[in-house]
């Protein structure tokens, strides 16, 4: 879980409930992504730095990227990493493994999150100055569709079913997009300042940060179930492994927030290091 306040990086342990490591990630890191073969990815944006982490912290390999690198997101499939740039409409693709620049990509203005779909088939970008999402065949990384949503869209993230859901932070709502077709099936209203998402037992589940809440929307009819307070700001958002659990970061109490995806509880809060943002995948069980 990035911190970006504390240049630093909590481990978090969800079945001994404690964090036990605590790494140096210096540059005010958010976005975040990690890999099933033991690797960890962060975002530095005050560095501009994109790293390469082992499992013990250790920095494998990182690039300075010159531009607004934020959100990130790992394709294991092709050994791929992409960082949207937040100041020039771009996403970078990197090699995963000594994050070499390999190509870039236009966006709309001001990307900032980014997600591939569980099957392989697309990326997607937030553009939140566009107010709209671009989507790319992740495989040739064509651009296939810019797809008008709300206002200031800016974390989302592909359901098992393939629809994407995108947080629009200046409307307040979440935009259900079908990839294929380029189009948005739906318009959910949520909490205030939707910021990411994920998705477990059948619901999504939304931080909005003005209201320190989690809003549970049924994945069926598209409507919202209930809302599940949480700490302070809650940001980044991810599912277990076992998808029994999701973990929320809660940027002003240094704590992540554990809830029980079927009773809708949160069973217990985590100390984090300083400013716990974690924009991304940060939970191994998430997509890739």
Same mark, same amino acid.
């Given at each position: 879980?990035?911190?970006?306040?504390?240049?630093?990086?909590?481990?978090?342990?969800?079945?001994?409930?404690?964090?036990?490591?605590?790494?140096?990630?210096?540059?005010? %890191?958010?976005?975040?992504?990690?890999?099933?073969?033991?690797?960890?990815?962060?975002?530095?944006?005050?560095?501009?730095?994109?790293?390469?982490?082992?499992?013990?912290?250790?920095?494998?390999?990182?690039?300075?990227?010159?531009?607004?690198?934020?959100?990130?997101?790992?394709?294991?499939?092709?050994?791929?990493?992409?960082?949207?740039?937040?100041?020039?409409?771009? $996403?970078?693709?990197?090699?995963?493994?000594?994050?070499?620049?390999?190509?870039?990509?236009?966006?709309?203005?001001? %990307?900032?999150?980014?997600?591939?779909?569980?099957?392989?088939?697309?990326?997607?970008?937030?553009?939140?100055?566009?107010?709209?999402?671009?989507?790319?065949?992740?495989?040739?990384?064509?651009?296939?569709? #810019?797809?008008?949503?709300?206002?200031?869209?800016?974390?989302?993230?592909?359901?098992?079913?393939? #629809?994407?859901?995108?947080?629009?932070?200046?409307?307040?709502?979440?935009?259900?997009?079908?990839?294929?077709?380029?189009?948005?099936?739906?318009?959910?209203?949520?909490?205030?300042?939707?910021?990411?998402?994920?998705?477990?037992?059948?619901?999504?589940?939304?931080?909005?940060?003005?209201?320190?809440?989690?809003?549970? $929307?049924?994945?069926?009819?598209?409507?919202?179930?209930?809302?599940?307070?949480?700490?302070?700001?809650?940001?980044?958002?991810?599912?277990?492994?076992?998808?029994?659990?999701?973990?929320?970061?809660?940027?002003?109490?240094?704590?992540?927030?554990?809830?029980?995806?079927?009773?809708?509880?949160?069973?217990?809060?985590?100390?984090?290091?300083?400013?716990?943002?974690?924009?991304?995948?940060?939970?191994?069980?998430?997509?890739?």
């Amino acid at each position: 879980m990035t911190c970006q306040n504390g240049d630093g990086l909590s481990v978090l342990d969800l079945t001994g409930g404690q964090e036990v490591a605590r790494w140096s990630v210096p540059g005010k %890191p958010a976005g975040v992504a990690v890999s099933r073969d033991g690797a960890v990815y962060t975002v530095a944006p005050d560095s501009k730095t994109v790293r390469r982490h082992d499992w013990t912290g250790t920095v494998l390999a990182e690039i300075a990227l010159e531009g607004g690198p934020i959100g990130i997101a790992f394709d294991a499939r092709r050994g791929r990493v992409f960082v949207s740039d937040w100041y020039n409409a771009r $996403i970078w693709v990197l090699s995963g493994d000594t994050l070499t620049l390999d190509q870039e990509l236009t966006t709309g203005a001001a %990307p900032a999150g980014l997600a591939l779909s569980e099957d392989g088939r697309f990326l997607a970008s937030a553009d939140r100055d566009a107010d709209q999402v671009s989507v790319f065949d992740a495989d040739t990384l064509a651009l296939l569709h #810019r797809v008008t949503v709300g206002i200031r869209p800016f974390g989302l993230r592909f359901a098992p079913d393939g #629809r994407l859901f995108v947080g629009n932070v200046g409307s307040n709502d979440l935009s259900v997009v079908d990839a294929t077709a380029g189009s948005v099936i739906a318009t959910v209203p949520v909490g205030e300042r939707p910021y990411g998402v994920a998705f477990a037992a059948g619901r999504a589940f939304v931080t909005n940060q003005y209201e320190n809440t989690v809003s549970v $929307i049924d994945m069926g009819a598209l409507t919202e179930v209930t809302r599940i307070e949480v700490g302070e700001y809650p940001e980044g958002i991810d599912v277990s492994a076992d998808g029994s659990r999701i973990v929320v970061a809660n940027w002003f109490d240094n704590t992540a927030s554990v809830i029980d995806a079927k009773a809708l509880t949160v069973l217990r809060d985590l100390d984090t290091c300083d400013g716990p943002r974690a924009f991304g995948v940060f939970l191994l069980g998430g997509e890739e």
